[in-house]
């Protein structure tokens, strides 16, 4: 693909135990976790996985769902592509994912790879800064607290507790990937928001999606 914002790419899934050997040119992402479980290989097309729009109003955003339950078999992970368009915000409504209750909430660290990038319907100087937000904060007696500007390139770790909003800059659409991995014996991405902030979840049913999305065009 031109960029991480045009859209899905191929990729591959490779179990434990497994060699790769990667050769030419160009960028390629390797997302990984602890694993013990060996699962088959699998080549997934850019077209083969759920690309979909979540949210709504400013809190839409765009899921490359490659990595989850119901697309890939893999052992111990889970991993999604999410572009946010510019001004718009993810991780809402806040939430956490940080100890096992059965059907209800799963124990997962989550890595999040930033890349931050003028939007591209905008004419940009050749120097800029692209830049966005993240917030994350304790849930209990466990110390957490991070809000930070990201930029391309950075990342940021979600051991335990709340985390969101993903914030991106008016003018700057931003692109990250989700690495999570946990303990648990069953592979879930089972999820609680904080109190307060669930009504805004129940909103998206009655409020329309950014019409910039999905963001794909060539």
Known sequence: RKSVFHGPTDLVYLPINTDIEITGS???????????????VKFMARDSFPNVVRGAG?????IHDFGGVAAL????FLVEEVIVPAGNWSGI???????????????????????????R??????????KGLFRGYSSDDRPFDVTTEVRSGDVVLVPYGWHGPVAAMPSYDMYFMNVMAGPDEERVWNFVDEPGHEWIRESWAHRPQDPRLPYTAE
């Open 26 to 40: 160009g960028r390629v992402i390797v997302a990984e976790a602890p694993a013990k479980n060996h699962r088959p």
């Open 73 to 76: 078999d893999a052992d111990r």
């Open 121 to 130: 319907n905008l004419k940009a100087p050749a120097k800029t800064d692209p």
């Open 58 to 62: 400013p809190e839409s955003r765009q």
């Open 93 to 119: 409504p806040t939430h956490k994912h940080d100890k096992f209750v059965p059907g209800v909430e799963a124990n997962l660290e989550e890595i999040y790879y930033f890349e931050v990038a003028p939007d």
